[in-house]
């Protein structure tokens, strides 16, 4: 049986500079859904076959050109490659252990415990209540309680005209509306760095000044990242 070579990079995203993969068809599941084993080869040529839960391989599809990564398997493939300190941050995340702990920080000040997005949305009839306006694109801000100690906050929005997200945070807590604001500015904030939009220094755009680390300026949390978006130093 033959093997499959292809380029990491083109397919898995968050893995270290240099890695390549083989795809082994020497298996299949015993439901038949995978054929293909993933092999993880180092630069220095070492091979690590993907597992994931009870060490199971992991494979994907007839397919070859759909293999894909399953986000926690990549997670401890990282951590054992390359550790759990500031190289994983940056692989997987996008920023470094410094950004991570202070927006850890910023969720336990929140008593933040959980957040997602989707795209089945709710009607906010059965059990919502309107908390008010977060400014957000289509819709007020929604609380629902979960159980006695925790509550949901939803709303929806619209970014493009045929598609409708609805984004949940749970507390554990009552929340307010600055809760939800705060926490839709993490969310932002995670997604812009793991898309590589954003780097966590910058050189200032009126004096040319270096600023070594975003979380080095004055203010809270929202004066801080609109420091880093504009590449304004403060001067």
């Known amino acids: 049986m033959s093997n499959s ?26 439901d038949g ?27 994907f599809a007839n397919d070859p050109g759909n293999v894909y990564l399953l ?16 190289a994983y941050y940056y692989h997987v995340h996008g920023y470094g252990e410094r950004t991570g702990k202070y927006l850890n920080s910023c969720k336990e000040y929140l008593l933040l415990s959980d957040m997602s997005v989707t795209e089945d949305l709710s ?3 059965d059990g919502w209540t309107k908390l008010g306006s977060g400014g957000f694109d289509t819709s007020d801000i929604y609380i629902k309680p979960e159980d006695p100690f925790h509550y949901i906050a939803a709303f ?6 045929d598609a409708f997200y609805e984004y949940r945070y749970t507390f554990n807590k009552r929340p307010t509306i600055d809760n939800v604001i705060t926490a839709q500015l993490i969310s932002d904030i995670q997604t812009d760095f793991r898309l590589g939009k954003y780097t966590e220094s910058y050189f200032c755009w009126e004096c040319g000044r270096k600023v070594e680390h975003w979380l080095d300026q004055n203010g ?14 403060g001067c």
Do not use: H
């Not at 390549?20 to 068809?25: G, I, M, P, Q």
């Not at 995978?34 to 391989?57: F, H, M, Q």
């Not at 809270?220 to 130093?233: N, S």
């Open 220 to 233: 809270g949390l929202k004066e801080k990242w609109d420091c880093l978006k504009e590449k304004y130093c």
């Open 71 to 86: 986000g926690d398997v990549r997670d401890t493939l990282i951590k054992k490659e390359i550790g759990s300190g500031e």
């Open 156 to 161: 929806q929005v619209r970014p493009d005209i």
């Open 123 to 125: 009607d906010f009839n």
């Open 33 to 59: 859904y995978a054929s293909y084993r993933v092999i993880l080869i180092t630069p220095e040529g070492k091979e690590v076959p993907l597992v994931g839960e009870n060490d199971r391989p992991m494979g």
């Open 5 to 30: 070579n292809q380029n990491v990079n083109s397919i898995f995203t968050g893995l270290p500079p240099g890695y390549t993969y083989r795809l082994d068809k020497t298996f299949t599941y015993s």
